[in-house]
Nanobody
Framework: QVQLVESGGGLVQAGGSLRVSCEAS????????MGWFRQAPGKEREFVAAINRRGDSTEYADSVKGRFTISRDNAKKSVYLQMNTLKPEDTAVYYCAARSTPASGSVYTDPIRYNYWGQGTQVTVSS
């Protein structure tokens, strides 16, 4: 079992940057592939970025590619999402998710593949 707690959300102007973090507690963090998802009001939860257990393979949604960077620090049991050149359409609640997997190189983009979720952190981008 792993518990996930996101932090770092807030209000930022369009064009600005923000970094959200997700800290895990419980079992060995390096046993989990990690992902970031977001949900805007009235919309379904959507994939943002994902990273494998080792931290050397990543995937991004087309809408954030080139602007967002996912990273992880297994020693700190944390995963991060650096968001640059933010747009109003990035406004959403951002969730981190964890999937226990023996496949150290695998990255998962489908939310149904994840076992654990954080409570979310609000990111609001003003125009």
């Amino acid at each position: 079992q792993v518990q996930l707690v996101e932090s770092g959300g807030g209000l930022v102007q369009a064009g600005g940057s923000l970094r959200v973090s997700c800290e895990a507690s419980g079992r060995t963090f390096s046993a989990y592939a990690m992902g970031w998802f977001r949900q805007a009001p009235g919309k379904e939860r959507e994939f943002v970025a994902a990273i494998n257990r080792r931290g050397d393979s990543t995937e991004y949604a087309d809408s954030v590619k080139g602007r967002f960077t996912i990273s992880r620090d297994n020693a700190k049991k944390s995963v991060y999402l650096q968001m640059n050149t933010l747009k109003p359409e990035d406004t959403a609640v951002y969730y981190c998710a964890a999937r226990s997997t023996p496949a150290s190189g695998s990255v998962y983009t489908d939310p149904i593949r994840y076992n654990y979720w954080g409570q979310g952190t609000q990111v609001t981008v003003s125009s």
